[in-house]
């Protein structure tokens, strides 16, 4: 009877890890093409407002400072990634498409995009992430608190 259990008890503990496992990356099955990204380039930084929101938050807004001596020009298109084991994931936007919009910053300015995460299918959950744009990445944590 007692390896019965024990049997019983492993199969169930490795069902429970396999699932665990799959949710943990959702349908995050694209490695992000770069796994390091710095914040900041030719006195650009690139932050977000807090570096942790609670999971209930609907947009993380992000902070583009220019500290350099030209124009920062950019498309507003954002990606976001979420790091899993060590590694980053592109979260799937809901619809594929492109901006024609663009933001201009001068030397000495800051300006700020909201990211909807809503935008995104993916249900998000307490862990690391970060902001890509336009080759920097703002980190930030979410939590359940």
């Known amino acids: 009877m007692k390896y019965n259990n024990i049997v019983l008890f492993s199969t169930l503990f490795s ?8 949710q943990s990356t ?8 770069q796994q390091e990204i710095p914040n900041t380039k ?5 932050t977000t407002e807090k570096e942790e929101y609670k999971l209930s938050t609907e947009e993380i807004t992000i902070k583009i400072e220019n500290k350099g001596t030209f124009d920062f020009e ?4 954002v990606s976001l990634q979420k790091k899993v084991d060590g590694i980053w994931y592109e979260i799937p936007h809901k619809e594929q498409g ?4 663009g933001i201009g910053i001068i030397p000495g300015e800051t300006d700020t995009l909201e990211v909807k995460l809503d935008d995104y299918k993916y249900k998000f959950n307490p862990g690391e992430y970060r902001v890509v744009q336009d080759g920097l990445a703002a980190p930030f944590e ?3 608190s």
Request: hydrophobic share 45%; glycine share 4%.
């Open 15 to 22: 069902i429970l890890m396999i699932v665990s496992a799959c």
């Open 26 to 33: 959702q349908n995050l099955s694209e490695k992000a093409t």
């Open 42 to 46: 030719n006195g650009v930084i690139l």
């Open 74 to 77: 950019s498309d507003i298109s």
């Open 98 to 101: 492109f901006s024609e919009v």
């Open 142 to 144: 979410i939590t359940n």
